[in-house]
């Protein structure tokens, strides 16, 4: 029933099409210039959908100091590429499906994979091609815990599916919370006051199943534990449904194409401060605009914008851009980011390395460990080359915390002809007690990653990029009956 809900959902959100908006009003004069400063998934969307509710004349400029993508990246080795950023998204993804539609790219299905547990002594659990025997075999560990996490998810996925409607009538909300709290009451938004662990024990599931499955998935997805939100939470469990897929020609190639399609002024350039500053109209009125300031080859430079969005991290531990001149301080998070090393590795995994003591070949294509493993591998996949049903050469892609070096590299493999590695600061270290910022942090400047701090996603960060560019639009345009929606509309499903 929960699925069919959904599927409903989707078939309403394609049929509304591109977001309703009202006029704006006839006194109220334009944004000349918006500023986006990041050109990963959440900048690209982010202009995308700016081009769409301000209109072809306001100019779009974006600041990128790396490659375009951020934090979607690939890897070359053996003369192929491989997904090495965000690789799958999840058959739900509403606004990744349209920009895939709307720049020609192709969706292809994410190869299925076996999935093994790791405890550390033993693989506690190990996946089988057939659906049948799969099922008996959590059924005689876990009792019906497997199926009572799936009910428990599909609930939780049908409210938040529910943020389409809202967007495609054009509200949007100044802050996570109140998104969640239109979308699911207050127990919604206590999905990320809690942890995962505390949510589904309350639900009746046994610590075994969130031990043994459900903290080794989040270790996949985030390298996190169970103490992690139970809305990250259900994002991770979220990757162990069927039919996810990925970008045929790259995930990376959706920012390039949007970017591109939205004719956008791209500035190669690294952002440093951002300036507050009171000037005068022709009217007399007195505005606040935006000076950005940033770094290209070693000179510096600036530009003046009326709009403001910032689509990168910004927390304590990554003080890269300064707020100056503003009346207040401006809100940033009092956290940091998580570390992920992913290693790309050309051959033959060592399963001895995991005790495995099979007489036969080693057929798990997806290996998963729990908290208690004590291995600094926190999981470990067979990765095909991009656009690819089946790879030349086995190639395992390996997430770890730190850096394998050569001594990790022998341990977990027979012998190997290529490697790659990459590190970056991927999302949020995750804890209930962290506070989610706002997505406003002056009057005309906005945070698009605030979303992070409730869950890590490409679909999050395009449903952040649709709200934010909504609410510069309704903020600007003084149309606050779209803004912060407190009564949760009585939608139907029906077409």
Same mark, same amino acid.
Not at 58 to 86: C, F, N, P, W
Not at 173 to 199: C, N, P, R, Y
Not at 220 to 226: A, D, H, K, P, Q
Not at 422 to 438: G, K, N, T
């Given at each position: 029933?929960?699925?069919? +809900? ?48 301000? #209109? ?50 192709? +969706? ?34 876990? #009792? ?15 409210? $938040? ?41 309350? $639900? ?148 001895? $390395? ?51 070096? +050569? ?31 706002? $997505? ?56």
């Amino acid at each position: 029933m929960v699925k069919f +809900e959904l599927v409903k959902l989707l078939s309403l959100a394609l049929w509304l099409g591109r977001t309703a908006t009202e006029t704006p009003k006839a006194d109220v004069i334009p944004p000349g210039r918006i500023a986006v400063i990041g050109a990963g998934i959440g900048g690209a969307a982010t202009a995308h959908f700016l081009r769409q509710y301000f #209109g072809r004349d306001v100019q779009i400029d974006v600041y990128e100091s790396g490659a375009v993508g951020g934090r979607l990246a690939k890897a070359t080795i053996s003369g192929q590429d491989h997904e090495i950023g965000a690789a799958t998204i999840h058959p739900l993804s509403l606004h990744m499906k349209e920009f895939v539609r709307l720049l020609g790219l192709t +969706e292809h299905d994410h190869h299925s994979n076996l999935l093994t547990v790791y405890n550390g002594e033993e693989f506690v659990f190990e996946e089988s091609e057939w659906y049948i025997v799969n099922f008996f075999k959590l059924l005689w560990r876990y #009792g019906f815990d497997f199926l009572r996490v799936k009910m428990w998810l599909e609930s939780h996925q049908h409210k $938040f599916m529910r943020i389409y409607q809202y967007q495609n009538l054009g509200y949007s909300f100044t802050s996570m919370d109140k998104m969640l709290h239109v979308l699911g009451g207050d127990t919604f938004v206590q999905m990320t006051k809690h942890s995962i662990d505390e949510a589904l024990q309350n $639900f009746g599931i046994s610590q075994r199943f969130i031990d043994e499955m459900v903290g080794p998935i989040i270790r996949l997805t985030y390298g996190e534990g169970i103490n992690v939100n139970a809305f990250v939470g259900m994002t991770s469990i979220s990757e162990t449904e069927s039919d996810l897929w990925t970008v045929g020609e790259g995930n990376e190639k959706v920012c390039s194409g949007l970017l591109y399609a939205t004719r956008v002024n791209l500035i190669k350039g690294k952002v440093t401060s951002v300036h507050a500053k009171k000037r005068p109209r022709r009217d007399g009125e007195v505005v606040t605009i935006y000076e950005v300031n940033y770094l290209a080859d070693a000179d510096t430079d600036y530009g003046i914008y009326d709009i403001v969005i910032v689509a990168a991290p910004l927390h304590s531990a990554n003080p890269d851009i300064g707020f100056h001149a503003f009346s207040q301080p401006i809100d940033v998070v009092r956290g940091r980011y998580q570390q992920k090393v992913v290693t790309l590795v050309e051959g033959h995994l060592n399963a001895s $390395f995991f005790r495995y003591q099979g007489a036969g070949p080693f057929h798990p294509t997806t290996i998963s460990t729990t908290v208690t493993s004590g291995s600094f591998v926190l999981g470990a996949s067979v990765s095909l080359p991009v656009g690819s049903a089946e790879a030349p050469a086995r190639v395992w892609k390996v997430l770890s915390s730190e850096p394998l070096g +050569e001594e990790g590299l022998r341990g977990l493999f027979r012998s190997h002809t290529a490697v790659r590695q990459a590190q970056w600061l991927a999302h949020p270290r995750y804890s209930p007690e962290d506070r989610v910022p706002p $997505f406003v942090l002056h009057h005309q400047l906005y945070h698009l990653n605030a979303i992070e701090w409730a869950a890590s996603t490409l679909e999050m960060m395009a449903i952040a990029a649709k709200n934010v560019a909504l609410l510069a639009h309704h903020r600007w345009f003084q149309q606050l009956d779209k803004v912060d929606q407190d009564t949760p509309l009585n939608l139907k499903l029906e077409l």
